[in-house]
């Protein structure tokens, strides 16, 4: 019996491989799946970020107050009440636009570029074990880092100084760019990317090695169960 040429065009291209369309198809849901990953990583840390602001705001007064000076530290308490009294209400958001602007793409490349790292990282060794997924989430966490380390620099910059917030962040960038250069923005840039590093391998790794785990445990009572 003869195949027409029509039938001919819908059989795979090798025996065991997908076929053309096939291929394309699954190429289309992994990159659309990467993009929905990426916006709801996002969202969900920038949702998070105008909840705590606030409390970073006060972080960064703490952490800078009597710099080069000996004397006695106002606790956390102490911080927000002087703010709410002196700047007000509106001061507990100042740099809030670079932190939101930071929170999306952090957080949307950290969350979003483990799961492809570890697609990489498993096609070059051949192997998906733990030590894969820390690397995984350490070279997501630095990548993030050092791509949105500017946006942090002009957020504490903002943050320490009410006269700049009422300047608005554009302003500063230009400010900062004349007077400090382009390296500016990268200040600290080397323990935020380790701190990150470390921060994202120990959660993401962590999370999907214990995900295996409960999956292989589940399964295991569930064939006990009918056997």
């Known amino acids: 019996m003869e195949i027409s040429s029509n039938d001919a065009s819908d059989q ?12 394309r198809k699954s190429t289309a849901i992994s990159a659309s799946y990467a993009v929905y990953h990426f916006g709801t990583s996002g969202i969900a840390v920038a949702a998070a970020t105008a909840l705590t602001h606030p409390l970073d705001v006060l972080k960064v007064r703490l952490q800078m107050q009597l710099v ?8 956390m308490g102490g911080i927000l009440t002087k703010i709410m009294k002196i700047e007000g209400p509106r001061a507990l958001y100042l740099g809030f636009t670079p932190a939101l602007a930071r929170s999306v793409v952090y ?17 070059a060794f ?14 997501s966490g630095a990548f993030a880092t050092a791509l949105t380390n500017p946006m942090e620099v002009l957020k504490v910059r903002l943050q320490m100084n009410p006269s700049l917030g009422r300047r608005g962040p554009i302003r500063e960038i230009q400010t ?22 470390a921060l994202t391998a120990s959660q993401l790794a962590t999370y ?10 589940l399964l295991f009572n569930l064939i006990s169960s009918k056997l």
């Open 176 to 197: 900062i760019y004349s007077k400090e250069g382009l390296k500016a923005f990268w200040k600290g840039v080397g323990p935020a990317m380790s701190r990150a590093a």
């Open 208 to 217: 999907d090695e214990s995900k295996r785990v409960k999956s292989k445990l």
């Open 107 to 123: 957080g949307g490349l950290r969350l979003g570029l483990y799961e492809p790292s570890n697609y990489v990282f498993d096609w």
């Open 68 to 75: 080069g000076q000996r004397g006695p530290l106002a606790g």
């Open 12 to 23: 795979p291209i090798c025996s065991g491989s997908l076929s053309v369309k096939e291929k």
């Open 126 to 139: 051949g192997s998906s074990n733990f030590l894969v997924k820390v690397a995984s989430g350490a070279f």
